[in-house]
């Protein structure tokens, strides 16, 4: 009995895995999607989120079905609440890799992202992808070590978000403000997936040492806000 | 011993009403904040979200020694784990609040939001607040058919979020990139904020009648993005 019900645990964790690379890769083709602005692989990006939401819903249906049987204590309940708190980062990553598919579909035939802004989201979209991989390489090894290596990742996508918001707010922006609220937005979404990418590495960490990352490392970036058009360091003091 | 239990999931219930009530004054007093300039106001917003946090780290320790010690399974084992991922809504929300409060602070003295967008982002303050509200009264009452009302009150900030694209894509836009990014950004934190409150209330409709509130009622709104600089009913669909 207590072997099906290990093995129970384990599948959940092949799951997190699984979404986990999943919605990695969504990310990494959606940003594909909207450079490119390639409609067909923006359309097979939205579609497979689906995949994705039924992943969690089952995730969520076996962990609740195994408290029910099983009714695990002290560390193996830890690891089945976190885990549903895991599966609901992963299921938001892909939401967000989807919004980025959509933006991409929108304003099909056109690029949404201008020329000299394609290295920056570029780089976003590799280091959201590089960031999830990780992610579900913390899951598969309860790499503390590696899971913490996602906090300063995470630094540089709060560089590349700035880098974005100094483009936007540079007196030669001359792309409009459709454009400019399209970057806006699309910053925004990298930015979040990545937090959902630290927040499941931060959890693993919370399950094997008992205690939240934040307290063994507190330096964590909060959201980064606009800086101010003077480009003055208030930016991440303002965030 | 089973009254005991009770007692205790009670009192989560509790908290999450009082998650509810404060998120649901933060967003409406950072709303005033960043309407009026209020740096003090603001202040007050960021420092009160700890509260919140504080309130769901408890709420969750709580869960977890509830399931641990008293092994509740069906209807109230579904209370429990329902009530965590209500609770990370909640602090979610609190979050997105004080988001705006950061906004407010950061423009200070100057003003965020210009002259012409004051009602549509009063009016989007205003619901996401009465909307919290309601999803609170849910949590309470347990009232399936006030759940299901979220959904169109919804549906109004999906309008005043379109409202406001629509005032940035006009081509008499005269406040500049910077103006259009914070707009842009506040437009986005109120529907996530007025998303929260929606999931909360349909969490509640899951508990109460074993179905998924889209089950219930197939015609959600997904997030809305920008629409076409054309103004054309795309806005809807590319969301």
């Given amino acids: 009995m207590r072997d099906a019900y290990h093995e129970e645990l384990d599948s959940i964790g092949d799951s997190l895995v699984e979404m986990a690379r999943l919605v990695g890769s969504a990310i990494g083709r ?39 049987r099983q009714q695990p204590v002290a560390t193996d ?14 299921e938001r990553s892909g939401d967000l890799a989807q919004h980025v598919a959509k933006l991409a579909r929108l304003r099909f035939p056109n690029r949404a992202v201008p020329q000299d802004l394609h290295a920056t989201i570029l780089e976003m979209g590799q280091l959201a992808q590089r960031l999830m991989a990780k992610a579900a390489e913390v899951v598969v090894t309860k790499d503390v070590d ?8 995470d630094d540089a996508m709060d560089l590349l978000h700035r880098t974005l918001f ?47 990352a934040d307290e063994l490392q507190p330096e964590i970036q909060p959201d980064i806000q606009p800086p101010t058009a003077a480009g003055t360091g208030t930016a991440a003091e303002g965030a």
């Fill in 146 to 153: 590696l899971a913490l290596q996602l906090e300063s990742d």
């Fill in 166 to 212: 100094q483009h936007l707010l540079d007196d030669r922006w001359k792309h409009g403000i459709e454009t400019a609220v399209d970057v806006t937005l699309l910053g925004r979404y990298y930015e979040r997936f990545a937090d959902h990418a630290v927040a499941v590495a931060k959890r693993v960490v919370f399950l094997v040492t008992g205690e939240h």
């Fill in 77 to 90: 309940l830890r690891i089945v609440v976190t885990s549903l708190r895991m599966s609901a980062d992963l």
């Fill in 30 to 68: 959606a940003t594909t999607a909207i450079l490119d602005a390639d409609l067909k692989l923006a359309e097979s990006v939205i579609e497979a989120d689906k995949r994705v939401d039924e992943l969690q819903h089952d995730l969520e249906a076996r962990a609740i079905a195994l408290l029910a």
